[in-house]
């Protein structure tokens, strides 16, 4: 499966995004999608997952950001609220077929290009 990232931009904070992620291939709706960030000089992080329809949430987001599926667009989202200055990173998107634990980059099989998040004080 490829999968394309877009949605990013500059926003302030307190601000709100919404970032798709775009698959093609095998039928979507087989894939365990999450999202993870990478700001510069840091780790790459879990963001969130989604399954078939439970999600899990980094501490950090929960509360503002929610994951969510199309499976009949074969797009993933990432709709993201009261943005903040440490929420700037590229996001990226990821998806596999099998999944144990959603926070692990390590088990996802596929990635999308990332897409930029600044977000302003």
Do not use: H
């Amino acid at each position: 499966v490829q999968l394309q990232a877009s949605g990013g931009g500059l926003v302030q904070a307190g601000g709100s995004l919404r970032l798709s992620c775009a698959a093609s291939g095998r039928t979507f709706s087989d894939y365990i999608v999450g999202w993870f960030r990478q700001a510069p000089g840091k780790e790459r992080e879990f963001v969130a997952g989604i399954r078939r329809s439970s999600t899990n949430y980094a501490d950090s987001v929960k509360g503002r950001f929610t994951i969510s599926r199309d499976n009949a667009k074969n797009t993933a989202y990432l709709q993201m609220n009261s943005l903040k200055p440490e929420d700037t990173a590229v996001y990226y998107c990821a998806a596999s077929t099998i999944i144990y634990d959603l926070g692990n980059d390590r088990q996802y099989r596929y990635w999308g290009q990332g897409t930029q998040v600044t977000v302003s004080s």
